[in-house]
């Protein structure tokens, strides 16, 4: 195709569902430009993804966005597990905790998906960024002729009626389940599991039922369901339709004019959500009073081959990769840490500070999760649905064996690029969040040294898109190995300065930020950047004692470990310390002694390039 340019950005994003506004959020924090574009004219009025597990609320969190959200929803801490035996008995079987993993966040909380695109929308206003609607991307295609331009994206802008050709360097397809940028790529997609129909409503009820705010689990012959408490008394209700629901469904939809109103699909869906639901629950009261949403889904396990296009700029992510059932309140999730991963070493590589080669771990880490979310999914899936051997554990067990993976609180990344084969035996395995390559940095609690406030380390590392190396010091401020490695970091070939994008001469003092501050200018110019945690009482600690640079560029980033219990949740000796470097995203990559720093520079020199490349900042100034 040949056509007039309208338009330039250096990454589409195409679809502004959760995925979407979390790519972008995260680009607009690096100061990459970006347009996001979504083909509906408002964002999502009801329904649809609702649940956010812990590892998704600490991502959100370094983002400032958390709270937000939080308070808006609805918090879930256990889940029951309920069967109708055969005398046709309801009861409850088992209750679980939802968490049980270490986090701050020890619940789930629910918040309608519009609810969640809104917040992500102010933010996005807030630094100077929009959503693009009522604009739906028809085709790409590469072109030889400007190399700075890779790609030509074909847009119908729903308002003029025209096709609009812009220019771009990298696309994001999070459009979905039903992606245009995966049919245009041509990528292929595994399946696995079956093909179950169910029903989901968000209802008011009038009901006597005892586990309301509780999540709900039950299993009969009649087939599944689940409630999950939503905020203000209201349930969202999964059903398990039965063949014959389908059918008479299907058969409803196909009538051009419907003979009168009850015999139209969506008046059946409701009757079968009510009527069902009230046998199942039998002998409790069930009466939906007024239903906010209501739809139909067909339960199927899906992944594609590959998360790239063949030529690899267009990226797929989110439902346009993998696609399960709704119940283990997994997809929004990992659709935002999709985005979490990938933007992060997007924006690196294209400031020139890091190789192309990054981007391929994009794929080998998010298909890594996503293969095992279907594998559990689909067992997870057969259990519920089955309708004879009720009596069996199978459902509570395999929820009880995965909840690690559903929090997303127990991810590990395999070994490769980003995460080091070496697991350091200063560590100790058995601590509660041992600082294992691949697994996430546990937040814990510290006391700043400038001015003594009690902080959390997750609040202390926003999304800044910088490695951080982080010095486990223990109570040896004083010790030759320390003092050494403080004279090394000082040095011109220290990892902080080696990938800076100024020379340590030019480089000024690092200035204190957390996930409220407005990103001083000064810090812009690190890709690496360091926390110094002792375990020292900090009222015996005088900052200009201890050696450079914290006693100068890094003093605010300076922390005591309180009775050294970070060190111990973290599996680290006081005595002996470590060098544990983090990755953007907060997971772990390399840990090793504290006179092996050259263990650090070696794997950065892997992918990051020295001398920074480019001399724009890293960080946004606001786009209008």
Known sequence: MDGFIQGQTDVLIVGAGPAGCMAASTLARYGIDFRLIDKR??????????????????????????????????????????????????????????????????????????????????????????????????????????????LIAYIKNHVSGAIEAWQTK????????????????GVTTQSQGGEDVWAVADVFLNT?????????????PYGGCMLIPRKDEGLRVFLQLTPQDVQMLDEAKK?????????????????????????????YKFEITKVLWISRYTVSQRIVNTFRDQRGSVFLVGDACH???????????????DAYNLTWKLALVMKGLAS????????????????QLINFDAKFAKAFTQRTNLDDTTLYDLWQENVGFTSGCSYRYPQGLLVSDQTSTLVNVNATEPVIPGKRLLSIPLIRQLGGNSVQLLDEMPADGRFHLFVYAGKSLTSEAFVRLSEFLSSPTSP?????KKTPHHLSAFHQEDITSTYPKANFDYVVDVFLLHTTPHLEVDLELLPQPF??????????????????????????????LVRPDGYVSVVTELDKPQVIIDFLDGFLVEGGGVQEGVFPVKKM
């Open 41 to 150: 004219a408002a964002r999502t009025q009801a329904g649809h993804a609702s649940a956010f597990q812990p590892r998704t609320q600490e991502i959100l969190q370094t983002l400032n966005l958390r709270h937000k959200l939080d308070e808006l929803g609805h918090r879930l801490t256990e889940t029951s597990f309920w069967s109708v035996d055969e005398g046709k008995k309801l009861s409850r079987d088992s209750v679980g905790r939802e968490v049980i993993h270490p986090t701050p966040y020890q619940y789930l909380f629910n918040s309608d998906q519009g609810i969640t695109e809104g917040i992500f929308e102010a933010d996005l206003i807030s630094r100077g960024f929009k959503v693009d609607r009522f604009l739906e991307i028809v085709d790409y295609e590469y072109q030889d002729r400007d190399p700075a331009w890779p």
């Open 208 to 220: 006597n039922f005892p586990d309301t705010r509780r999540r709900v689990a039950i299993r009969s």
């Open 496 to 500: 902080v300065h080696r990938f800076s």
């Open 170 to 185: 990298y696309i994001l397809g999070t459009d979905g389940a039903r992606s245009t940028i995966r049919r245009i790529t």
């Open 551 to 580: 006693s100068d560029k890094w003093s605010a980033r300076v922390y005591e470990d309180v009775d050294s219990k970070g060190h111990v949740i973290h599996g680290i000796s006081k005595e002996d310390g470590a060098l544990v």
């Open 323 to 337: 696609t399960h059932s709704p119940k283990a309140g997994q997809g929004m999730n990992v659709s935002i840490s």
């Open 255 to 283: 009538q051009s004019a419907p003979q009168g109103l009850h015999s139209s699909k969506d008046f059946k869906l409701l009757d079968i959500v009510q009527s069902q639901a009230q046998k199942l629950l039998r002998p």
């Open 356 to 371: 192309p080669n990054l981007l391929d771990t994009y794929e080998t880490e998010r298909k890594h999760i996503a293969t």
